[in-house]
């Protein structure tokens, strides 16, 4: 009798001192998630949890709730600290944990909802957030819900139709925040490329300005860059933290091992796997991805020195930065996009997203295809750029200019005395005359237009040659067909117009607003797309 007395106050004892150190742990952890101390919160929090589970296994039955809420709070708020290290797969285990003892815990629901929505998992964000509207605690906050539940919708019908629309920002000349995207995939499959390897096709007819993809990001690194020495050290920095955070990204959620692992790292690329488009959509559950291709750190580099970006020069002119910003990322979608020097789309920076739009009217069946460099430049400078990107082109422009060049020694010849000084009238008016002498397809004139543009965007030209060369817009137009629109082609037309003073007609106007919409995409109200364009003060004369 005595003893099992003994047993009981022991038994009490132990249970008084388990519950003591969790009271301390449970403030510890709670102070260190205050303090933003995410890492030691998040230790604290799993040395509680493993003891609070421990105690439920233990404990009588009417003291069983109380550590249910305890449990569930603690998984909550750890959930919470990992989601704030973009730890978004044990945080979403955690909150599931959570949901189980309580299912509809208001903070773990909105936890991840935030983080569903983070990963661009738009309907599931939005299920969490209606189900927190169903706890009474839904009530003293629900500002804050609510503005969740408004994004949430919207992002879900942009994710859906692709109606992104940067109209406002442009209108308040780019001073608020940028307008935030949702993950979109329009009319584009993926197959084998005549190119290289695997690529992304129209599977429906595309206007100039149409929206094709927006892609977030799986990781950026962006800064500024001043001045020449600095650059490269700085750059140097840069790719290192850059290819740090997603190895991290790697390590830490597998749905982002399963993509990388699908990208191309250089080797025996006709031979790659093309993977299901589906993989790539916002809200899919499918993450079939085979664990044997281990992304380890050498493949990992392999892949990022074939698939990042970096943010092109009109993304920061539209982003409003200076000419000193720098920002490289990766894309996993829109890095199944090849290049061509007779692109038909164009990409645009806009926060962690990439907004890939047709630069052209795009005919269904036909690769997408942006500019890794600066296409309006010669072969010869082209297969210099390219070389820095590792491949040798492999597109149709490039093929026929180099089979023009064996064949004509004129080509090279006008090249060679434009770069040493020869006047661009005389230039264009060689080259004019040329591809009447070779027999040059219309279609093809533009590739050749293309390549000497530092001539034929000379404002000089326009003014001494006149007549001898052909009129301004049917070299804008045969440009644009071969490589889309393109800023400085655009700048060419509104300089026109603008000279015009207003007497400009309404078929130039339309056709510098289809250029804008070729080189921003499309800005849906018309006052938008002209104040970009620098048009806003010209009203046509109709
Ligand atoms: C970002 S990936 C493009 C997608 C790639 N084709 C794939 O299957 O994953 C870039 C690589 O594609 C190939 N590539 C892209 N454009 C090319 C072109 N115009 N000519 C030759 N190879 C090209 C090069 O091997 C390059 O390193």
């Known amino acids: 009798m005595r003893e099992t007395q003994q047993q009981q106050q022991q038994q009490q004892q132990q249970l008084e001192m388990a519950e003591e150190l969790m009271q301390q742990l449970r403030s510890k952890a709670t102070e260190l998630l205050l303090r933003e101390e995410w890492s030691e919160s998040i230790q604290v929090y799993s040395q509680f949890i493993n003891l609070c589970q421990h105690h439920i296994n233990e404990t009588t039955p009417d003291n069983l709730p109380k550590l249910h809420k305890s449990l569930c709070l603690a998984l909550s708020n750890r959930a919470e600290a990992r989601s704030r290290l973009r730890d978004y797969a044990q945080a979403l285990k955690d909150c599931d944990e959570a949901l189980k003892i309580e299912s509809t815990h208001f903070k773990t629901l909105i936890c991840k909802g935030k983080i569903l929505l983070n990963l661009n998992r738009y309907s599931m964000a939005l299920t969490c957030f209606r189900t927190a509207q169903l706890d009474p605690q839904a009530n003293g906050s629900s500002v804050g819900l609510n503005g969740y539940l408004q994004k949430c919708k919207k992002l879900e019908l942009m ?3 692709g109606a992104f629309d940067m109209s406002e920002w442009v209108i308040n000349g780019f001073r608020a925040k940028p307008p935030e995207p949702a993950e979109y995939i329009g009319a584009v499959e993926m197959r084998k490329s005549g190119i290289r390897g695997r690529g992304l096709f129209a599977t429906k007819n595309m206007e100039a300005g149409s929206l094709v993809l927006i892609n977030k ?3 950026t690194e962006r800064g500024i860059l001043p001045g020449q020495d600095l650059d490269e050290n700085a750059q140097l920095v840069m790719w290192k933290t850059f290819t740090e955070t997603v190895m991290d990204s790697v390590a830490k959620c597998s749905r982002t091992c399963g ?12 031979g790659l796997e093309v993977p299901e488009i589906n993989l790539f959509k916002p809200d899919s559950e499918h993450f079939g991805y085979s664990n044997e291709k281990k992304l380890d750190a050498s493949r990992i580099l392999s892949i990022l020195d074939v698939n990042s970006i970096v943010e092109d020069s009109i993304s920061s002119k539209v982003l409003g930065k200076n000419s000193d910003y720098y920002g490289v990322g990766l894309w996993v979608l829109a890095s199944f996009i090849n290049h061509s020097c007779i692109p038909n789309a164009r990409r645009l ?18 690769e997408l295809t942006f500019a890794y460099f600066d296409v309006l430049n010669p072969l010869e400078k082209r297969n210099e750029m390219s070389k ?9 422009r490039c093929k026929f200019e180099a089979e023009l060049c064996s064949r004509q020694e004129g080509v090279g010849e006008i090249e060679m005395g434009f770069e040493r000084g020869m006047d661009s009238g005389a230039a264009v008016y060689r080259l004019e005359e040329g591809m009447r002498k070779w027999k040059v397809k219309e279609k093809e004139k533009g590739y050749l237009r293309a390549s000497f543009w530092a001539a034929y965007g000379s404002e000089k ?16 137009d045969s440009i644009v067909e071969a490589v889309g629109s393109d800023e400085r082609v655009l700048k060419m037309v509104v300089e026109k117009i603008k000279k015009g003073n207003g007497g400009s007609s309404v078929v130039e106007i339309e056709r510098a607003l289809k250029l ?21 003060i010209l009203e046509p004369s109709y």
């Open 461 to 476: 030209l326009m003014r001494s040659w006149g007549r001898r060369i052909p009129m301004m817009e049917s070299v804008v």
């Open 259 to 270: 993509l990388i692992s699908t990208l191309s790292s250089g080797e025996d690329e006709d």
């Open 388 to 396: 820095t990107w590792g491949f040798r082109c492999n597109c149709r």
């Open 516 to 536: 804008g919409r070729g080189v921003y995409g499309k800005v849906m109200k018309k006052q938008a797309m002209k104040s970009l364009l620098g048009l806003g």
């Open 217 to 219: 990001a799986v990781a």
């Open 159 to 161: 994710s859906k139709t």
């Open 349 to 366: 920076h806009v926060g962690d997203y990439v907004i890939v739009h047709a630069s052209r009217d795009v005919k269904a069946g036909e």
